[in-house]
């Protein structure tokens, strides 16, 4: 069987991207930290946030005398229409019009500041991020801590094909479940398929193995060229021509991870039930005749063959 190389890796991972116009004032983690659901992360720079609610907040005042001070010069107005004349008349309506068209724009935009100081205050008010996952701090780019990404989203996305996204801030890498993640060249990931069982294989000691099915294979994107299974001996990854082939990564859901770390060195190779301890003599099928319902193998009999008969 060929093997493939691979390493253990979380079966999710938790991406952080920080909110648009935010910068990080603290950091409470660094790579390679291990978090617990709950511990704090980072905590946002709240100065501009706090300088822009009051900026609302004097905006709603100055928007609320306004409408006051218009709906007093209604009132006038109307008290004055009992005396104008015809043009006078004309010109008090077109103040009135206005005015009330002044207050309903100036009523909306209330309700529309109301809306920004609550988000305001929610994000004051959450300003520290904290983990929502039991996990390991995979990633930190911290030349985006004075420069947020243009996603407004912080609330990060799970994922896991274990792409790399270099817009997000940090990566947090979910522990307890695990997964395999192999490399494959593009001349040999034509025969694995997903659904197939495997056998892994520990590289320090081959008799200390766990079963898994290939989740996913990755076709789409190729893998890091920093991967070793070109130079292990393992896999055919070079062509004949002496020319590097493209690796392609893939993903092994497994049945059990019971003694397996976090980014160990493994070995995959498809289960074709080479480790499955059997009774009797086991032949490959071609070698096998049936006639008449009866099986029979070619005998070496004193160099001569001979059918010989077989139970099955």
Known sequence: NNRYTGTVDAEKSWKITLQSD??????????????????????????ELKLSKEKKELEQETLQNEITQLT????SYQSDLKSASASEKIQLQTQILTAQTTIKKDQYTIKSNKESIKLLEKNIKDATVK????????KVNAS????SSDDSSDDGSDSGDGSSDDSSYMTILAVGNYRIKGTVSETNVWSLNEGDPVIVRSRVDNSQTWKGTISSIKTDTTADDTSDS????????????????SKYNFYV???????????????????????E???????????IKKNNNKYY???????????????V
Request: charged share 30%; no cysteine.
């Open 22 to 47: 935010l910068s990080v004032e603290k950091r409470y983690v660094n790579v390679g930290d291990q978090v617990k659901k709950g511990d704090k992360l980072f905590k946002y720079n709240t100065q």
């Open 72 to 75: 007093k010069d209604i009132k």
């Open 131 to 138: 983990s929502k996952m039991n996990g390991l701090v995979k």
């Open 144 to 147: 985006l801590e004075t420069s």
């Open 230 to 245: 070109s130079s292990d001996g393992y896999t055919d990854d070079e062509s004949s021509t002496g020319e590097t082939a």
């Open 253 to 275: 859901k497994l049945d059990n991870d019971k003694d397996l770390m976090m980014g160990q060195h493994v070995l995959i190779e498809q289960d074709n039930g080479q480790d």
């Open 277 to 287: 301890q059997k009774e009797g003599m086991w032949l490959p099928s071609a070698y």
């Open 297 to 311: 193998v070619w005998l070496d009999s004193h160099n001569k063959l001979k059918l010989h008969e077989i139970q």
